[in-house]
């Protein structure tokens, strides 16, 4: 029995059919995880209180990505750090070690101030969420900070009444050493020896 051809239409099909199969099994690689972790976030301006807390989501999604981002990286990169840990001693090379854990933040909104029609001032504080490094062992000043946190003031603008809130600077003032532990006795900042163990609770200005 003589066998038909395939139609146009047949291989057309088939040739479809193949296609989304492939595009079903495509590989999978640091990048499309990345973008894949990317999500939307809703940013809200109508009220001094509804910018600040979309800002605070925003930063925060930020430090998400970028720890996702930091464990694609350093699957990358392992042969340069393997290199790197070779070639330091045991306290930089500590330090140098992937840390790829989000850092997390409490945060609560206190008082809010209204100067005038296009101009607010959110007070609110801070806190260093983040657990402490295994096996840390958190001294009293330690403990004492991270329950403290940090003292924040937003300042927020508009052009009129009815247009959205801007935040038009940050400010901190915290009493707490910055090096993110106890000081020295010279209150300096050994910051290679901060690779050995944290008690994560400094507030960093720049993550706020």
Request: hydrophobic share 35%; proline share 7%; aromatic share 8%.
């Amino acid at each position: 029995m003589k066998k038909t051809p395939p139609t146009r239409t047949a291989i057309a099909a088939a040739t479809l059919a193949a296609l989304v199969l492939a595009g079903c099994q495509k590989e999978e690689t640091p990048w499309t995880r990345m973008q894949a972790a990317i999500q939307p976030i809703e940013v809200v301006q109508d009220t001094p209180e509804n910018a600040v807390k979309s800002w605070w989501r925003l930063r925060d999604e930020q430090f998400r990505l970028n720890a996702v981002t930091c464990k694609e990286t350093n699957a990358i990169y392992k042969e340069v750090a393997s290199g790197t840990r070779t070639l330091a001693g045991p306290m930089i090379s500590r330090f140098l070690a992937p840390r790829c854990e989000q850092t997390t933040f409490d945060r609560e909104i206190g008082k809010v101030q209204h100067p005038s029609e296009t101009r607010a001032i959110v007070f609110a504080q801070v806190r260093n969420s983040t657990p402490p490094t295994p096996g840390h062992q958190m001294t009293d000043y330690e403990k004492e900070a991270k329950q403290a946190g940090a003292a924040f003031k937003y300042v927020l603008t508009r052009k009129a009444d009815g247009e959205p809130w801007e935040i038009a600077e940050v400010r901190t003032i915290t009493q707490y050493n910055r090096c993110g532990r106890d000081p020295d006795e010279d209150n300096s900042c050994n910051y290679y020896a901060l690779g050995e163990s944290s008690a994560n609770f400094d507030v960093p200005w720049f993550m706020q």
